[in-house]
């Protein structure tokens, strides 16, 4: 295998190849764009482009994209090549700064919650220049955002952009007053960890509901799950460890800076996490690996589920999304050795309790989606109650301020394990909390909400822009005030806002019921699915907090909204079909034909063997033919219900009875179906149980 260092970004078109390829005024002015957001001129681009080409050209590409991110949440690509014929049968490659700048994709075709309609079909990609391009599969993929004809963000990129361009102007305000006039921007940055689980591909072929829905919609939980607790952190076996190894290689290629791997606490679950990165590029790089781990696994005989919650009884995959913000390599939430003293770290730490607490609904608005329903409020997810862990030390702070006493620091204390070959450590101040949504840990805030199958665009819009509110609101409130009268009004802000917003921070378990009843007297939403959770997103507050900063229109808000809404109810249609499917074709026959086989071998027993007992088959077959018979009752009040809801035209009314009506009932068909599992014999079940998919050799 080459080295690590050799390889490293080898497939990226990034700060060192511009260098090392562009002139040296046109690489300061693309810089001048990437670093500090300067117009681009077309000579510049074009430039880019035939530099970028010749680059790709070297590194065997025979084609470009422009890749971008539909309000799918997935990513997309249309593939040109560089031909272009000569008139005498020959072709030269070529690629141009308008063909860089700008790509013209169908827009009929993606969802657009309204924006677009069929006989529409014009939309264009316009080139990011602080996201790299890179190679992939012998393409040049250049990233893109993606609007319509008429101008609207038809993607996830365009509001992230504008929420990240609405934080850096609202923090260089308020750096300006503690006398930092830098003219870096100020940026938001993405660690995000990525979990997902890894099963045999002959098994993942003969679930049809792991092939459609990406989850099992059935399944007796296994003999033994995770409570050994054995799985995490543990040995990696082989075969997995290989499909790590050229994850790790084709990620770092790209420039992903995968640094972390390891088992996940459930069987057959496993995790990478990145080195962080600015915001935008660490959500496309987190594209990428999700993409690389699909697409790697099957070198392995191996599929990668990516799904909140594939099986049942055991964990379900998130993606923490580790925040901060920074500004010319300075993280701003970094507390420092003296966080008391630090008033620009509290009057930061303050905004964003602030922001999360007043927002809270929109945070758990970009988290919600079917497959997270399943996750949230259980095994190692938090509760869908967004809330606030700062730990003892920030806790005390926090305290010190809002009662106004005296704050005595909670002193970093050496850790001594009694074994003298074992050094001594220091203990951090700040503690993890595993079921908190929103933790700080040291110098970020760990958003724990968002589900492994999502795109982390929507909770760092989100973010950023509440953030922005904030901001702005201490910036606005302090400016023209200087020295010791700046000083104490922001002391006087942040004691206010923190009494304001103290209601939001719990350092206590968040799995408790005690604190789901605490939650409501402190006024917090609940909202436990994502059919109660997607109204917020057009309520008039959210309306003017998009608007305010330009994020996101009403139109384009109310668009994503609707889009939100067809893609819950068009999966949980999906997964009521497949559901019906099979209890149709595989269950209910496989159990009637076992029920058949245990009456014939009864009847048998009794011709040979009068006098003989076979109560314990009579009973069993007792308990076949009254599963089945429950089953098929369920089974029809599904398919009543489901009838119902198609028909039903306002998607929102929709969701809702998806939600609370259907879901209960494919609950109950599920368990039905499930306690079958266990008494039909092993030949006669028609899929591979949760024993042999999650304990493959």
């Keep these: 295998m080459s080295k690590v260092t050799d390889i490293y970004g080898s497939m990226v078109f990034n700060e060192h190849t511009m260098r090392e390829r562009l002139p040296k005024a046109t690489y300061k002015q693309l810089m001048r764009t990437i670093k500090e957001g300067a117009p681009l001129d077309e000579d510049v681009a074009n430039v880019v482009a035939h530099a970028m080409k010749e680059w790709a050209i070297e590194k065997g590409a025979t084609h470009y994209t422009h890749w971008f991110q539909p309000l799918t949440g997935i990513t997309s690509e249309k593939h040109d090549s560089f031909i272009d014929p000569t008139d005498d049968g020959l072709t030269i490659m070529t690629f141009s700064g308008k063909e860089l700048i700008q790509g013209e994709p169908d827009a009929s075709s993606f969802p657009s919650g309204g924006l677009r309609a069929t006989f529409e079909a014009r939309g264009y990609t316009a080139w990011d220049p602080t996201s790299y391009a890179f190679i992939k599969?012998?393409?040049?993929?250049?990233?893109?955002?993606?609007?319509?004809?008429?101008?609207?963000?038809?993607d996830k990129k365009t509001p992230l952009l504008r929420s990240m361009k609405a934080i850096d102007v609202q923090a260089r305000r308020v750096l300006a007053l503690f006398g930092d006039d830098s003219s870096e921007r100020v940026t938001t940055t993405l660690g995000a960890e990525q979990e997902y689980f890894l099963i045999s591909e002959k098994d993942y072929e003969q679930r049809m509901?792991?092939?459609?829905?990406?989850?099992?919609?059935?399944?007796?939980?296994?003999?033994?799950?995770?409570?050994?607790?054995?799985?995490?952190?543990?040995?990696?076996?082989?075969?997995?460890n290989n499909f790590m190894k050229e994850l790790d290689d084709e990620l770092w290629k790209l420039g992903v800076s995968a640094r972390t791997k390891h088992?996940?606490?459930?069987?057959?679950?496993?995790?990478?996490?990145p080195i962080f990165a600015e915001t935008n590029r660490g959500v496309d790089e987190n594209l990428l690996t999700m993409e690389k781990m699909r697409l790697l696994a099957s070198h392995y005989g191996l599929v990668c589920l990516q799904h909140e919650k594939p099986f049942e009884f055991i964990n379900g995959s998130g993606k923490h999304n580790n925040w901060s913000i920074a500004v010319g390599g300075?993280?701003?939430?970094?507390?420092?050795?003296?966080?008391?003293?630090n008033l620009r770290f509290l009057v930061f730490l303050t905004c964003v309790i602030e922001a999360v607490d007043e927002y809270q609904e929109l945070l758990r608005m970009s988290a919600a989606s079917a497959g997270n329903d399943h996750r949230l409020g259980a095994n190692e997810a938090p509760p869908a109650i967004v809330s606030m862990f700062l730990g003892d030390e920030l806790g005390a702070i926090v305290d010190a301020l809002v009662d106004d006493h005296d704050y005595t620091s909670a002193e970093r204390v050496s850790m001594d394990l009694g074994v003298d070959v074992l050094p001594n450590f220091i203990k951090d101040n700040t503690d993890r909390n595993r079921t908190s949504p929103f933790a700080f840990t040291g110098n970020k805030f760990e958003f724990r909400m968002p589900g492994s199958a999502q795109n982390l665009s929507d909770a760092n819009m989100v973010l950023n822009t509440a953030m922005a509110k904030s901001l702005k609101g201490f910036a606005d409130q302090m400016e023209g005030k200087e020295g010791e009268a700046f000083e104490a009004a922001a002391i006087d802000y942040i004691k206010r806002t923190l009494t304001d917003h103290a209601r939001i921070i719990f350092n206590g378990d968040?799995?408790?019921?005690?604190?789901?009843?605490?939650?409501?007297?402190?006024?917090?939403?609940?909202?436990?699915t994502t059919a109660d959770a997607l109204p917020c997103m057009v309520d008039q507050k959210s309306i003017d907090l998009f608007a305010e900063f330009g994020v996101l229109t009403e139109t384009e808000l109310r668009s994503r909204y609707e889009v939100k809404l067809e893609k819950y109810n068009k999966i949980m249609n999906i997964e009521c079909r497949t559901m019906k499917r099979l209890v149709r074709r595989d269950?209910?026959?496989?159990?009637?034909?076992?029920?058949?086989?245990?009456?014939?071998?009864?009847?048998?027993i009794k011709e040979v063997l009068p006098d003989g007992d076979t109560s314990f088959m009579?009973?069993?077959?007792?308990?076949?033919?009254?599963?089945?018979?429950?089953?098929?009752?369920?089974?029809?009040?599904?398919?009543?219900?489901?009838?119902?809801?198609?028909?039903?035209?306002?998607?929102?009314?929709?969701?809702?009875?998806?939600?609370?009506?259907?879901?209960?009932v494919m609950d109950a068909l599920r368990h039905a179906v499930d306690e079958m599992e266990i008494i039909v014999e092993r030949e006669a079940w028609p899929v591979p149980t949760y024993n042999e998919i999650l304990f493959y050799a």
Aim: aromatic content about 6%.
């Design 137 to 154: 599969d012998e393409v040049l993929c250049i990233p893109t955002a993606f609007c319509s004809y008429t101008g609207e963000a038809l």
């Design 209 to 240: 509901d792991l092939m459609i829905c990406g989850r099992t919609l059935f399944g007796y939980s296994p003999c033994k799950g995770q409570e050994l607790e054995e799985h995490y952190f543990g040995a990696i076996r082989p075969t997995v």
């Design 263 to 273: 088992n996940e606490v459930a069987p057959a679950q496993h995790e990478l996490a």
């Design 330 to 341: 300075k993280n701003l939430l970094d507390p420092g050795e003296n966080p008391m003293e």
């Design 510 to 528: 968040g799995y408790a019921h005690e604190w789901e009843e605490e939650a409501a007297r402190r006024g917090l939403a609940n909202h436990r």
């Design 587 to 604: 269950y209910l026959p496989a159990i009637n034909r076992y029920a058949a086989k245990l009456a014939h071998g009864i009847t048998a």
């Design 618 to 664: 009579e009973e069993k077959l007792r308990r076949l033919v009254a599963g089945a018979a429950e089953i098929n009752i369920q089974l029809e009040k599904l398919h009543g219900l489901h009838r119902a809801s198609v028909d039903i035209a306002d998607q929102q009314e929709r969701a809702n009875m998806n939600a609370h009506e259907i879901v209960p």
